[in-house]
């Protein structure tokens, strides 16, 4: 399972985004192929954020299970699901090749003692 750790602040940020999106990809018919996963696998290779509109037919748990489904099998995070719509992000392991500049995580507060 592709683990990558979002804060909730980065969470709204990345959702933000993809409402400009349109979806990159149409789920249909054809269930989740090898031909999905090299398209999904070329669109956040090059935007790192895809919108995905689920066909008309599938039922809520079944969008769900499929979001889940997805960002294991294509290594990526499912950052929200809406109606028929899901967004999907995987960082770039390139810092020149990001797009998203992501929100920093803040840093941890230290809980050790100052030595008097």
């Known amino acids: 399972m592709y683990e990558f750790p979002l804060t909730g602040a980065q969470r709204t940020q990345l959702r933000g985004l993809g409402q400009m999106l349109e979806p990159a990809i149409k789920l249909g018919k054809g269930g989740l192929s090898p031909a999905f996963f090299a398209?999904?696998?070329?669109?956040?290779?090059?935007?790192?954020?895809?919108?995905?509109?689920?066909?008309?037919?599938a039922e809520?748990?079944?969008?769900?299970?499929?979001?889940e489904q997805i960002a294991d099998e294509g290594r990526c995070v499912c950052v929200g699901a809406v109606g028929?719509?899901?967004l999907f992000y995987r960082q770039q392991a390139n810092p020149e090749r990001r797009v998203v500049a992501l929100r920093r995580q803040p840093h941890a507060p230290s809980h050790e003692q100052p030595e008097a």
Do not use: I, P, Y
């Open 84 to 86: 028929r719509t899901a």
């Open 60 to 67: 809520r748990d079944e969008r769900a299970a499929l979001c």
């Open 39 to 57: 398209e999904l696998q070329k669109h956040l290779d090059h935007q790192e954020l895809v919108k995905l509109r689920f066909a008309a037919t």
